[in-house]
């Protein structure tokens, strides 16, 4: 099972999810990190264990 977003290939800092979802949406990257600090800071958001698996549903890069 994939997700139908690919993971950035340019523009990542450990996988390329959060890059991947900025760049999906229009959005810019480092605001997305930013904002997946924040909500990572909030108690009961398991944001290692979403991280990782978003890392494993979503689809390879493409190679440049």
């Known amino acids: 099972m994939h ?8 523009n990542q800092i450990f996988g ?11 959005w810019n990257p480092a605001a997305g990190r930013i904002l997946y ?3 990572e800071l909030v108690p009961g958001f398991p944001g290692i ?8 549903l979503m689809e390879q890069p493409d190679k440049n």
């Open 37 to 39: 600090v924040a909500l």
């Open 49 to 56: 264990i979403v991280y990782l698996i978003f890392l494993l």
């Open 3 to 10: 997700i139908p977003i690919k993971r950035s290939g340019s």
């Open 16 to 26: 390329g999810v959060i890059a991947g979802i900025c760049e999906k949406y229009d």
